[in-house]
């Protein structure tokens, strides 16, 4: 990459350690706020999701606030180990994806910093709570639908984000055994044809395509494609890389048709697609008010996202694609709905028109900036390498 283009990213990331800075001290018990101006309150899997970019900042402060973060959630956890999903708030339950992600996380700080005990009883709780999650009593966590960070998406039984949290810290906290199950469990087809047959076990490898479906339960299943969990997917290690590649090249073959559709008018791929449109079988009549095509989680730009996709090509080993990517993510994060800061952060952009929408200064969107930055400056992903190395199971 050209000098230019690195004096480029370095003032962003400039930018982005400022927001971090700017949200690290919240109004509800010090803990960091998910946005800088609109949502003060700290939402568990926003914070948890920003450690990805703050552990590799080397700021403690930053990194310290996690921890904080991290201690609050195990002292909030109910008996069973379920974690809730506002920090501060042991009565904010129901999310599908904050007990995998308080123990990815925590798994990830004791890499940091080398304390392999660090919140262990409230680790184990978690590990159990996670293993009554499967319906069929096997490997598999199940979800209601709006229950994960798709609050206005339906999302029903085995989701693809969940389950890729899931395998990842089964190998992070060292469970290979259980997490090499779970792959094998998402390596079995969607079922199709309306019949599950006795003894057949749904996954969520979708035939004849490259990527995993997006939830799969019986013999129901969503085959439309969800850019963070086969983001995830690649990255932990659960796609081999063949399929990894195969996957990079059908994403961008996709988006490509987008573009000349007049569908998105950014060169960055949307969270969700083909879009759910009115009259499609999974169209919901609150989707009008809240999830329009191109919007939001029906295929609006996000990039803290887009973030994860940047380091999934480095973990592909796509590294002209993963810069030409970071360069457009560098773009987007300009751009804001306010005008009043140089850049927007933003929560997520319009697909059709690239416009800014939601909150600025979003926490996560500039913390996996600065990891996908990381990625790309150093072609390897942290907290991720060892994953993909497929540890013999133990």
């Known amino acids: 990459m050209e000098a230019s283009s690195w004096l480029t990213i370095n003032a962003a990331r400039d930018a982005a350690l400022k927001v971090l800075l700017h949200n690290v001290n919240g109004p509800f018990h010090g803990l960091?706020?998910?946005?800088?101006?609109?949502?003060?309150?700290p939402y568990t899997r926003d914070l948890l999701l920003s450690f990805f970019g703050v552990g590799v900042t080397g700021n403690q402060v930053l990194i310290n606030s996690i921890r904080k973060v991290l201690e609050t959630l195990a002292k909030n956890q109910t008996p069973h180990g379920h974690i809730s999903s506002l920090v501060h708030d042991k009565q904010d339950l129901g999310a599908s994806d904050s007990t995998p992600l308080f123990l990815l996380v925590t798994g990830m700080y004791r890499k940091l910093s080398g304390n392999e005990q660090f919140l262990e009883e409230?680790?184990?709780?978690?590990?159990?709570?996670?293993?009554?999650?499967?319906?069929?009593?096997?490997?598999?966590?199940?979800?209601?639908?709006?229950?994960?960070?798709?609050?206005?998406?339906?999302?029903?039984?085995?989701?693809?984000?969940?389950?890729?949290?899931?395998?990842?810290y089964l190998r992070i906290l060292g469970h290979h055994e259980r997490a090499e199950k779970v792959r094998q469990a998402m390596g079995r087809f969607t079922i199709t044809g309306g019949v599950q047959h006795r003894h057949v076990h749904e996954g969520l490898v979708v035939k004849h395509k490259p990527y995993y479906a997006m939830w799969s339960y019986k013999v129901l299943s969503s085959e439309r494609f969800d850019l963070l969990g086969n983001s995830l997917a690649?990255?932990?290690?659960?796609?081999?890389?063949?399929?990894a590649a195969e996957m990079v090249s059908w994403i961008e073959d996709e988006c490509a048709e987008l573009i000349k559709n007049n569908q998105l008018a950014v060169k960055l791929p949307p969270n969700f697609f083909p879009y759910t449109k009115p009259g499609d079988n999974d169209w919901h009549e609150r989707y009008t008010f809240f999830n329009l095509p191109g919007e939001y989680h029906n295929g609006g730009i996000w990039p803290f996202i887009c973030g994860f996709y940047v380091a999934a090509l480095v973990a592909a080993k796509k590294y002209r694609l993963a810069e030409?990517?970071?360069?457009?993510?560098?773009?987007?994060?300009?751009i804001?709905?306010?005008?009043?800061?140089?850049y927007g952060f933003n929560e997520w952009l319009k697909a059709q028109d690239?416009?800014?929408?939601?909150?600025?200064?979003?926490?996560?969107?500039?913390?996996?900036?600065?990891?996908?930055?990381?990625?790309?400056?150093?072609?390897?992903?942290?907290?991720?390498?060892?994953?993909?190395?497929?540890?013999?199971?133990?």
Not at 324 to 334: A, F, N, V, Y
Request: with cysteine; aromatic share 12%.
């Open 234 to 243: 690649i990255l932990s290690g659960i796609a081999a890389p063949t399929r």
């Open 122 to 168: 409230a680790v184990n709780r978690s590990l159990q709570w996670m293993e009554y999650q499967s319906p069929s009593d096997r490997y598999l966590v199940a979800q209601q639908p709006t229950s994960d960070w798709r609050d206005e998406q339906w999302v029903l039984g085995y989701g693809l984000f969940v389950n890729t949290l899931v395998y990842s």
């Open 32 to 41: 960091p706020r998910t946005a800088g101006w609109g949502y003060p309150e």
């Open 336 to 342: 804001s709905n306010s005008g009043t800061v140089d």
């Open 354 to 394: 690239g416009t800014a929408k939601g909150q600025e200064w979003q926490t996560w969107s500039a913390a996996l900036y600065l990891y996908a930055a990381k990625c790309v400056e150093e072609r390897r992903t942290p907290f991720f390498e060892e994953m993909r190395m497929r540890q013999p199971v133990s």
């Open 324 to 334: 030409e990517k970071l360069l457009e993510l560098t773009r987007i994060i300009t």
